[in-house]
């Protein structure tokens, strides 16, 4: 196993990821699986939602964030393993042909007080459009492994 | 427009969803997609990690969750928008031929001090299993409309 352990990690530390251009396609194939309202799936009805344009759904961009974290720099030991989110937000709706990046900021670092062979990372992902926007935004506890 | 406005809802109301099976072969596809490490993509893998068995990914189970949402009884007018979660937990691993199904309660019903014709409904949406064990819960804040 390799990757990164929890003595490795350290408060203020920042990783990055490659990008990934949402395609109308993905936005309207995703949708009709997991969120078939009408502002994921179809141009005109969306034009005419709260989002004034075809939008992707909020769980897409979150799915997609975690795809380019797992192939990002930031590679725990174990896996990139969610034990729950403190909070999430989506301050701007994702476009067809944007351009999303993640940066993953770690805030807190814990040894488990009752497993000696591991921790708690708690990170900030902040998921970026091509103009720099935020469009998702994470406070994520993960587990970690320490250094047996 | 049809469906339940910010006046139809109340807190304490419950709403519920049809059910859906978790098969293997949408564990790995989604995983292939979204999440490819080890423990949602191949058995042998899963059984060596944290999982002790695959398990789909934590955005898979919150994909299905929100597609059972959608087809469900929870049907705010103007749809199903998130602003943002509170929290998010996954207490279970979901593993192949689970049945999952959503409960939705209302928790706050607050109209927009800014704008007349909009509010605020904060749920809890929790994903059981059919051993009836929360897989996924969720804390959220959903945009609703007002009757006009």
Known sequence: ?????????????RFSTGRHIVE????????AE?????????????AKSIFRGLAASGWHTAAIAMQLMVRGEF????GIVGLGLEEMQWPKPVRP?????????ILEVRPSASKPNQG?????????NQK??????????LLALRRS
């Open 120 to 128: 708690l990372l708690k990170v900030r992902n902040t998921t970026f």
């Open 1 to 13: 196993m390799t990757g990164q352990y929890l003595e490795d990690f350290a408060v203020g530390q």
């Open 75 to 78: 590679s725990p030991a174990g």
């Open 97 to 105: 042909g944007d351009e999303l990046h993640v940066v993953t900021e």
């Open 34 to 46: 997991f969120d078939p309202q009408p502002f994921h799936l179809d141009e005109a009805a969306a």
């Open 24 to 31: 109308t396609v993905q936005i309207k194939s995703f949708a």
């Open 132 to 141: 720099g926007e935020a469009v998702l935004s994470q406070t994520v506890n």
